[in-house]
């Protein structure tokens, strides 16, 4: 039987087909615990629990490592009869401590934890564990006083910043206790994580705009120095820096370039980079000041260019080019016509004529009488 240091061991010596023969307990030095219902041994932790001629049933409280070992069971007849029963105290560990190298350790070194079980029987067994991980340990076992035993375990890994905070668990496994641990939570330092928050403009950088950058800078500890800076460049000469923020006014593309932002702790250093880039200005339809147009209208004038006044400028004076041309071939159209008339009348008899009344008296068309109507070309 098992049992945990300072509890209680029941020991039953049962017999069969007594022939009202002498039962009586012994103990390891062989000493008569109880006689029948006689307990000779002057050590009250022992107690009749039941007593009949077939069984022998004796208590024993507090157990201590010096009850362990062989029990017998003794009956007394020709040859004795014996039985026995194997009693084992086993004893729980003490609270188990974590001892660390160091209390803080750096992002990227390596830490090593200790874990020690004091006093145990039989050795304990001890796991590591970081957060949901299991650690592989190198563990020492030193045997004590009393059958006693030490147990240590050693653990070495690297941290990162993820660590930070993360338990390691010690975790003991014995027979006489559960859930026995010691936990140590980590403390690790990092350098700081950086980066650049535009908060104007909301877009397109413009010629004009006002450009306004915050640095976000986290570690551990807190950064102490954060500094900007333009990458080959030296910073505009109105640029404003106000603790992690950066502010230039009135942008145009001479500032193109990447700004950079640097933050360190005592860890180290780091950087995060914003690239400018300045666009033209948005350009802009002058508001007409005459001839009110429909919203729908005015809304679809919206961004067009000017040239569209150039070309309804155009169309009218081609329109009156073309009608002016039209208007000057009908004229000559017109006066070609009357004159080669004139001339085809006036040559007819003009060689014989004195005059030109006579010429056209006498031209062919029967004009015979002078006093008929006259055709003249001035």
Partial sequence: MSVIEGEMVTISCRVKNNDDSVIQLLNPNRQTIYFRDVRPLKDSRFQLVNFSDNELRVSLSNVSL??????????????????Y??????????????????????????????????????????????????????????????RMFTVTSRVRFSVTKEDDGVPVDCIIDHPAVKDL?????????????????????????????????????????????????????????????????????NLNKS?????????????????????????????????????PVSTQDSRAGEGAPQKIDHAVIGGVVAVVMFAILC?????????????????????KGADDAADADTAIINAEGGHTNTDEKKEYYI
């Avoid at 029990?71 to 039985?83: F, G, I, R, S």
């Avoid at 250093?269 to 005459?290: F, G, K, Q, R």
């Fill in 66 to 83: 010096s009850d362990e070992g062989r029990y017998v069971c003794q009956l007394y007849t020709d040859p004795p009869q014996e039985a």
């Fill in 85 to 146: 029963a194997d009693v084992t105290v086993l004893v729980p560990p003490a609270s188990p401590v974590i001892e660390s190298r160091e209390d803080v350790v750096s992002e990227g070194n390596e830490t090593e934890l200790t874990c020690i079980a004091m006093g145990s029987k039989p050795a304990a067994s001890i796991r590591w564990m970081k957060g949901e991980e299991e650690l592989t340990g190198e563990t020492t076992v030193e045997e004590m006083y009393d």
């Fill in 181 to 249: 641990l010691a936990q140590r939570h980590l403390e690790v330092l990092y350098k700081p994580e950086v980066k650049i928050l535009v908060t104007n403009p909301k877009g397109l950088t413009r010629e004009g705009d006002n450009l306004d950058l915050t640095c976000s800078a986290e570690g551990k500890p807190h950064p102490h120095q954060i500094n900007w800076l333009r990458v080959e460049e030296d910073v505009p000469p109105h640029a404003v820096v106000t603790g992690s923020d950066l502010y230039i006014a």
């Fill in 255 to 291: 500032y193109n370039g990447t700004y950079r932002c640097v933050a360190s702790n005592v860890v180290g250093e780091a950087y995060d980079d914003y690239i400018l880039y300045v666009h033209d200005a948005p350009t802009t339809t002058p508001t007409p000041t005459t001839n």
């Fill in 327 to 347: 208007a000057l071939i009908v004229l000559g159209r017109y006066f070609a016509r009357h004159k080669g008339t004139y001339f085809t009348h006036e040559a």
